[in-house]
């Protein structure tokens, strides 16, 4: 049997950190079917800074009964056409921005989108768990620690 030592495992549910955005904890949803991460946004703006397009939103990092909205601006890495788990096809917003699970971080692409209707506020894709180097066992939660957000803080 093969073992994979240099690879963290991960739970269906973790906590993730995105200190680029202000955000120092949010459950995450592991989707291997997806490849993509996505993140629940609204009022979604483009505007240029630099030269360069960047993008600006409301991140919606609470949950239904806690809501917690945080303004967010980040550089516009493309767009992304998606078909949602209901099928339809949507064209996104991507941005990159530092992933803290644990006590890593790397860097992640995901879609902005309205996940409103979803128990969690963001979808961890396979994209991201590659460059991460992560596996997952299907009947664990919460693994690893609480993201250790203020060791990736830069000011």
């Known amino acids: 049997m093969k073992t994979f030592d240099h690879l ?12 680029a955005l202000g955000v120092d904890r949010i459950r995450a949803k592991v989707d291997s079917g997806a490849k993509t991460s996505a993140l ?3 009022e979604i703006e483009t505007f240029v800074r630099d ?4 993008v ?9 009964r806690k809501p917690r909205d945080t303004l967010c601006e980040a550089r516009l890495i ?3 056409r998606v078909r949602s788990s209901n099928g339809q ?15 890593q971080c790397w860097e992640v692409d995901f879609t902005l989108t309205c996940r409103k209707s979803m128990r969690y506020r963001v979808l961890l894709g ?7 180097q992560l596996v997952i066992n299907p009947g664990l939660r919460f693994v ?3 993201p250790q957000t203020e060791r990736f803080i830069t000011g």
Do not use: N
């Open 144 to 146: 690893q620690s609480h």
């Open 78 to 80: 493309s767009y992304k």
């Open 126 to 132: 396979c994209a991201a768990m590659l460059d991460g």
């Open 40 to 42: 629940h946004a609204s």
């Open 89 to 103: 096809i949507e064209e996104r917003h991507v941005i990159r921005t530092p992933m803290v699970l644990g006590d």
């Open 8 to 19: 963290t495992v991960i739970g269906l549910r973790e906590w993730i950190g995105l200190p």
């Open 56 to 64: 600006r939103f409301t991140a919606h990092t609470g949950t239904p």
């Open 51 to 54: 030269g360069d397009t960047w």
